[in-house]
């Protein structure tokens, strides 16, 4: 099983409204499934968020893919999809898996 181990270190999620916490992150590939629809993150809720994630790729075909991340706040209120590409690759036999840092993701914000 192919996964990607995308450390999303400095992911800040700046509400509108100071105080507001962030009940809920999603990802998905590609394609928006629709709100409340992506493969849930889990974290401790809370105004921001600074952590790192495991995210798998199986069944994704080698190339790259959009990988898109989301919040939504207390209020229900979701935020700007952001999407940062990655490349999947399954190393053949005896191949080492890159080395290469992980990409980081930028602030989304919630409006």
């Known amino acids: 099983m192919r996964r990607l181990l995308l450390v999303l270190l400095g992911l800040?999620?700046?509400p509108a409204g100071r105080g507001q916490t962030?009940?809920?992150?999603?990802?998905?590939?590609?394609s928006d499934p629709g709100f409340g629809?992506?493969?849930a993150l889990t974290?401790?809720?809370g105004s921001s968020v600074n952590t790192t994630f495991g995210i798998n790729t199986a069944g994704l075909s080698n190339g790259i893919?959009?990988?898109?991340?989301?919040?939504?706040?207390?209020?229900?209120?979701?935020?700007?999809?952001?999407?940062?590409?990655v490349l999947v690759?399954?190393?053949?036999?005896?191949?080492?898996?890159?080395?290469?840092?992980?990409?980081?993701?930028t602030r989304p914000a919630l409006f």
């Open 89 to 105: 690759f399954s190393p053949g036999p005896g191949v080492p898996p890159s080395s290469a840092p992980p990409l980081p993701a």
């Open 37 to 39: 629809a992506g493969t």
């Open 12 to 14: 800040l999620l700046l």
């Open 22 to 30: 962030i009940d809920r992150m999603e990802y998905f590939f590609d």
């Open 65 to 85: 893919h959009q990988l898109c991340i989301r919040a939504r706040n207390v209020n229900g209120k979701w935020s700007p999809v952001n999407a940062v590409p």
């Open 43 to 45: 974290f401790a809720p």
